[in-house]
């Protein structure tokens, strides 16, 4: 069903009916948690005088099992906090250390619901109904096993943790609940549910200290932190909870115990660079349960990850990882996936680098499912931390892939379409030539030399795991991959691709070939060739140079068309020339061009006509649109080609600020019309076009 045009977002976001079923209850605890990046190596027992070196926490993506995917579900047995019990989280243990934990599972992370009120000072205490030995104890029992113990908070000050504003903060005198929320009592966090904290009052600082070193105390290991914004699907200032993440990096830091912690849940791009100073982890897009009788289902929400995950591909590495939420392909009968879409929903995981948490009732695994959580030769790629991306999303038939340090390359292949298909790997895209070793990751069988591009019949959702491994080219850097145009005038295009990061030597510098001609050197992975012919047609190569002089093959040529002497030429969305059909509507958008844009595409088109081309060719369309979910797709047509584009979103329902994009689309010569829809989902809203 199409999302209306104003901004209310759609409603893709978690279950809040049921309080049994609510991921931040009315008595769990208050404030976000955020832990160090950078965690004290185990200290020697006997002082050397050497440097103590720091062990960077979240070196690798975690691994291990959660709670939450067994609460959230409504199959037999299953759902609700109720089912959250001491007794429940020892048996998924006791799995975990037989039979996964050799293959690198350790975590066991206890989701909402494990609280039941606070004390004196205001601090979160277990049910002891449910946890009738306390968190300590279960921690001691999880670290007996050679575990390690999770827990789970949501940002702000619970009402409940509030009182009357008089309970006091532990081991701060003079300081209470009033000191630590504003007078107004303002509310907070992707529910509303709690106070947004005042950390002017260093009162705020103190009662974040106090619960840091409870945790500690209770020999926490991992903390997940929940409704967080801008995020969370809020972006206003009462939703900003920038300042509760730094100050709870400053806390978990103070007490000397490494902890990891993981934001969550659809946090916001817009603050990426805060995410990852602060914590080791975020949730980039909303829960992966499907809130029904299985745990999972494709459509609600597994597919939408693979466009979700793009924008946040660089942003993943040593300390801080993308999450992509519990894995559950370990159960069949209760994951609500084919066998096909449990492989590719596992594949996308490891290629991504994404922390790989089971949450599966782990006593009841098949032996599909175990297949699928301990092939080492997939984990292996997940741990390498080398987050792969796609060569093109503009159908459903997708290659995906990662460059290795040693020159190989981790290759994913994808079929998201309701349909058997071909799915091609080119090497061109690659920037493989000559033939490569493939190596199939899934079924641990070595397929002999490929060259030139290698093709897989895929089952609808399926795919499978490659490693290729070109021939040695002699220490020369790796050709430059990615190549794009990412704007251009009548006489200039700019180019941008990703950093070369194989070879003997270091790259010191690319160079750009315009028609053949080298126009451009830098250091950077940006370019702006200029002084070239309106209204022509030019083609575009970069290649890469090391410290040596080496250099690497030129990447695959980008053609672009300049537009014609006084371009490029915008084209308003809401133009009275335009025809809108189906549920398309006008509607306001402060930030937008005009103060207007285009809503309800989902179900709904707005063709742009008379765009004008001076000659057949491809060209450069500049998108501006608004998305404030995770991400969206819109399909562009012209002709008879249509384009499927994801387009990122910034999670946080402001649906009157536009982002853009560039998109190549081919146009013919004189005037065409350019349609944007989407006839079986939500879509963006569309503010302008500029070609």
């Known amino acids: 069903m199409p999302r209306p045009a104003g901004p209310a977002s759609f409603a893709r976001h978690r279950f809040r009916a049921g309080g049994a079923l609510l991921r931040h209850l009315p008595v769990l605890a208050a404030g976000a948690l955020v832990v160090s990046l950078a965690a004290p190596a185990a200290a020697s027992t006997a002082d050397t005088g050497a440097p103590r070196q720091q062990a960077v926490l979240a070196a690798k993506p975690y691994m291990g099992w959660s709670s939450w995917s067994l609460e959230a579900t409504s199959y037999p047995g299953y759902g609700g906090v109720s089912w959250l019990t001491e007794a429940h989280v020892k048996q998924q243990a006791d ?70 504003g008089k309970t006091a903060i532990h081991n701060a005198p003079g300081c209470t609940t009033s000191d630590i929320v504003y007078p107004d009592l303002r509310k907070t966090n992707g529910w509303n549910s709690a106070y947004k904290m005042d950390f002017a009052n260093p009162c705020a600082q103190k009662y974040i200290d106090s619960l840091a070193d409870q945790l500690a105390g209770w020999g926490v290991d991992f903390l997940k932190v929940d409704g967080v914004g801008p995020g969370s699907w809020q972006g206003d200032a009462d939703h ?57 289902t494709w459509n609600n929400s597994l597919k939408v990850r693979w466009n979700d995950v793009v924008q946040w591909i660089d942003d993943a590495g040593p300390g801080h990882w993308n999450n992509l939420d519990s894995l559950n392909v ?124 290698f093709t897989a019949n895929l089952p609808a959702h399926g795919s499978r795991l490659f490693t290729f491994t070109p021939k040695d080219n002699g220490g020369r850097p790796g050709t430059p991959l990615g190549v794009h145009g990412t704007a251009a005038t009548s006489t200039s295009v700019s180019l941008a691709w990703n950093k070369v990061n194989t070879g003997a030597s270091p790259v010191t510098r690319y160079t750009v070939y315009a028609d053949g001609r080298p126009v451009s050197a830098g250091t950077g992975t940006t370019a702006t060739v200029s002084g070239l012919s309106a209204a022509g047609a030019h083609t575009f190569t970069v290649v890469a140079r090391d410290a040596k002089g080496r250099t690497s093959a030129p990447s695959k040529a980008v053609a672009v068309n ?11 969305a809401e133009s009275p020339g335009n025809i809108l059909t189906g549920n398309a509507v006008v509607a306001g958008c402060d930030a937008c061009s005009g103060g ?69 689309v081919p146009l013919k010569a004189g005037d065409n019309t350019i349609g944007f829809g989407n006839a079986t989902d939500y879509a963006p809203d569309i503010d302008k076009i500029t070609v």
């Open 95 to 164: 799995v975990v250390a037989s039979k996964l934990k050799s293959h690198g599972y350790e975590y066991i992370n206890v989701d909402a619901g494990w609280a039941s009120g606070f004390d004196q000072y205001a601090r979160p205490t277990a049910n002891t109904t449910t946890f009738p030995h306390g968190m300590k104890s279960l921690g001691d029992y999880l670290h007996h096993k050679g575990l390690k113990f999770g827990l789970y908070l949501a940002v702000g000050l619970d009402p409940v943790a509030y009182g009357d």
């Open 240 to 296: 900003d909870n920038t300042p509760d993440v730094k100050a709870w990096h400053t806390a978990l830091q103070r007490t000397g115990r490494p902890m990891q912690l993981t934001l969550s849940w659809s946090l916001s791009h817009t603050q990426a660079e805060t995410w990852k100073a602060n914590s080791n982890g975020w949730r980039v897009d909303t829960d992966v349960e499907c809130y029904c009788d299985t745990l999972v």
């Open 330 to 453: 370990g159960v069949g009968a209760m994951d609500g996936l084919t066998e096909a879409e449990r492989q590719s929903y596992a594949t996308l995981w490891a290629i991504e680098s994404a922390p790989l948490y089971s949450g599966d009732d782990l006593t009841k695994l098949d032996a599909y499912g175990l297949k699928l959580l301990t092939n080492d030769e997939v984990i292996a790629v997940d741990q390498a931390g080398h987050p792969a991306r796609p060569v093109s999303q503009t159908t459903n038939q997708q290659t995906w892939y990662a460059r290795n340090p040693d020159g190989s390359y981790t290759v994913a292949l994808f079929n998201l379409g309701s349909e058997t298909a071909d799915v091609t790997a080119d090497f061109a895209d690659l920037g493989i030539s000559g033939s490569a070793a493939v190596r199939d990751l899934w079924q641990h069988k070595n397929l002999g030399r490929v060259s030139g591009h």
């Open 562 to 572: 300049t537009p014609a002497s006084g371009g490029p030429t915008a084209y308003e």
């Open 596 to 664: 207007k844009k285009i809503g309800n595409l989902g179900g709904g088109v707005v063709a742009f006509t008379r765009v004008s081309a001076p000659k057949d060719g491809t060209y450069l369309l500049k998108l501006d649109y608004v998305d404030a979910d995770s991400s969206r797709v819109i399909d562009l047509t012209v002709g008879e080609t249509t384009l499927q584009v994801p387009v990122p979103g910034t999670n946080d329902n402001a649906w009157g600020t536009p982002q853009s994009l560039t998109v190549p």
